[in-house]
């Protein structure tokens, strides 16, 4: 079955520096999406990515996130510089898009768990 | 601004049918309900979603009252790898992101 992969699956940082969470999505998925979840809070909206732009965005992703995909398959989220509080899990996610049954629903990854110290 | 209502957490018998109840009582007619589950430090697994009919598949029964105020995910035969955040979540169908609430933690008791 088709899964979103992330990686890496652990990664300490420490304060200041840039981190690069790399996702591969669902292969011919169109939208995209960045999560994130502090641990022992609830799963948090960051970012949706469709047609190589940004489609919505939530207050936490400031101006120290970005979203990119390089190629046909990879899809990225950059942290400029890392603060403590951008300790947390992080899920890469896909949807197919319109036209196709079950076209919105959306699958995530397993997840890139961040450490900044 | 929360569109459904869950128990924080529930138990379950390992074997028996675990009934998770969701109030969504402002959920418009065009409105979906999903179910997402998470196991522990993993990432938030799709179960199944509705509309207006009751759905089955491979994993779980969703039973959407007729006035589409409540549904019901049923996991017909709860086993210890069912324990997990189980998360109701009601979408329009073009909404193009999913809020999560706090969900249900369902504890499966051996």
């Known amino acids: 079955e088709p899964e979103v992969t992330q990686t890496p699956s652990h990664q300490v940082t420490q304060m200041g520096q840039e981190v690069i969470l790399r996702c591969v999505p669902i292969?011919?998925?169109?939208?995209f999406y960045w999560y994130r979840q502090i641990l022992g809070q609830k799963v948090e909206f960051l970012v949706s990515f469709y047609n190589n732009e940004i489609s919505e965005k939530s207050e936490i992703f400031d101006d120290q996130f970005s979203v990119e995909r390089p190629d046909g398959s990879n899809f990225t989220l950059k942290i400029r510089s890392t603060k403590l509080e951008d300790s947390a899990m992080y899920f890469c996610a896909s949807r197919p898009g319109q036209g196709v049954e079950s076209g919105n629903t959306i699958y995530f990854g397993e997840g890139s768990w961040l450490t900044v110290v | 601004d929360a569109k459904t209502t869950q128990p924080t957490s529930m138990d379950c018998a390992e074997g028996r049918a675990a009934n998770l109840p969701c109030n969504h009582s402002t959920i418009s007619g065009n409105e979906y309900v999903y179910w997402y589950r998470q196991i522990h430090s993993q990432g938030p697994q799709y179960i199944i979603h509705?509309?207006?009919n009751n759905e089955t598949n491979e994993m779980a029964s969703l039973i959407i009252t007729e006035d589409r105020k409540s549904s019901t995910l049923i996991l017909p035969h709860a086993t210890l790898r069912d324990t997990a955040v189980y998360y109701c979540i009601v979408r329009p169908p073009r909404d193009d992101k999913i809020i999560f609430g706090k969900g249900t933690r369902l504890h499966i008791l051996p």
């Open positions: 509705g509309l207006k």
């Open positions: 292969s011919n998925h169109l939208y």
